[in-house]
């Protein structure tokens, strides 16, 4: 038999309100839609946030909670990307509202608690999902933001991740091949060479653009490096991670 739908949007009200009462905890993907190197889309962020989301509620069907994944917010504060084609930025508190208002619809809706499953890791839109984790649970909402760019979780995602050069590197190409292989354009990913410029270093020096990073053609890491069996690696990274806040938010 296959398994029930995780993903809320593709069922019917009367399935997803079934789900509900038997106590489903709902799992937010956070994404952007940004430039992710000349190889990637521009809703890599989403692709992978939705992935995991999806993963995460798999993990935890095996330990019997339920977890619908709602659909994914595809837009975010994506000002180091502002240069290049398709980046769409809205502002810090424009999103930050936005996701304080779906954390308490959910949970009118139903939900027993939310978690915040985020892909884009730039600092201004971690701050403005902080707040809005925040905000909703002063409101009374169960919610958990667990920020993967922080300890213990970011020591979990390989060593292009702790380095910080691991924008649409090895770590994004592999997370995307991972989930939607046709998306990535294998042929230029694997014809890039490596940058090791540390977007992390970058953004604490000061710096406010990819450009000024060091990224002028928006990637850092080593594309070409990418591989599938990486991605579902990390992918089981992140599930086990978004599942213990689930685990969490519900006890």
Known sequence: MPRVPVKIGEMTYEEARA???RGAVGLVPCGSTEAHGPHLPLSADVII????????ALLLADDGLRALVLPPIAYAVTEFASE???????????????VHEV???ATRA????????????????????RAAAESASAAGA???????TQKPH???LGAEFRSGACHAGS???????????????ADLASSLPPNPASLSKAIRAGKKTFAEAGGPHAYFGDPAAATVAEGDLLYAELAVIFAAAAREVTS
């Open 84 to 98: 290049f084609g398709g980046t769409l930025s809205i502002s810090a508190q424009t999103a930050s509202s936005f």
């Open 142 to 148: 169960r919610v958990a933001f667990p920020d993967v």
């Open 49 to 56: 946030a939705e992935t995991a989301a999806v993963r995460a």
């Open 19 to 21: 789900e509900l009462d």
């Open 154 to 156: 970011a020591l979990r």
């Open 110 to 129: 139903g939900f027993r608690g939310v978690v915040l499953c985020n892909a884009h890791l730039e600092p201004a839109h971690i701050a403005s999902l």
């Open 171 to 185: 770590f994004e190409t592999s997370l995307v091949m991972a989930a939607e292989p046709f998306m990535v354009r």
């Open 103 to 105: 954390i308490l619809s």
